[in-house]
């Protein structure tokens, strides 16, 4: 089973795919909760060049919210992950998590329910990305 939905951007720099991202994630009911710049950080800790990396925190309150309700310790798998990267031929590829695939091992009918739901918007949100 896959855990991620990814799609190849031909025409983006780094940048542009990072703000079409957030757009496509705004449009679907997310936000951008936190960036986590890789690239940066495992050049300031630990001193090692990397290629542009960042991932995007994103959180849909409500849907966030019914998780919770339904499973305490969810919040332990919040929030859904989404990546932006340069491979080093130049292209830029995005990943979301498949909540799906992450919340597999949760043994909760209700939770499989949002599961399923976060992850026709996260799908969405790839496919609209060009």
Excluded at 23 to 42: A, Q, S, W
Excluded at 73 to 96: F, M, R, T, Y
């Amino acid at each position: 089973m896959s855990y991620s939905f990814d799609k190849v951007l031909k025409s983006k720099s780094f940048d542009e795919a990072i703000e079409q991202v957030t757009v496509e994630l705004k449009n679907e009911g997310f936000g951008v909760l936190t960036e986590i710049d890789v690239k940066e950080t495992l050049k300031k800790k630990i001193d090692v060049d990397f290629r542009k990396y960042k991932i995007l925190g994103a959180c849909n309150p409500h849907f966030a919210y019914k998780a919770l309700q339904s499973e305490d310790k969810i919040g332990a798998l919040l929030p859904c992950s989404v990546i932006v990267q340069e491979h080093d031929n130049g292209s830029i590829e995005v990943s979301a998590v498949d909540p799906v695939a992450s919340m597999s091992a949760v043994q909760n009918e209700t939770l499989g329910d949002i599961a399923l739901e976060v992850q026709q918007k996260l799908k969405q949100v790839i496919d609209n990305l060009n």
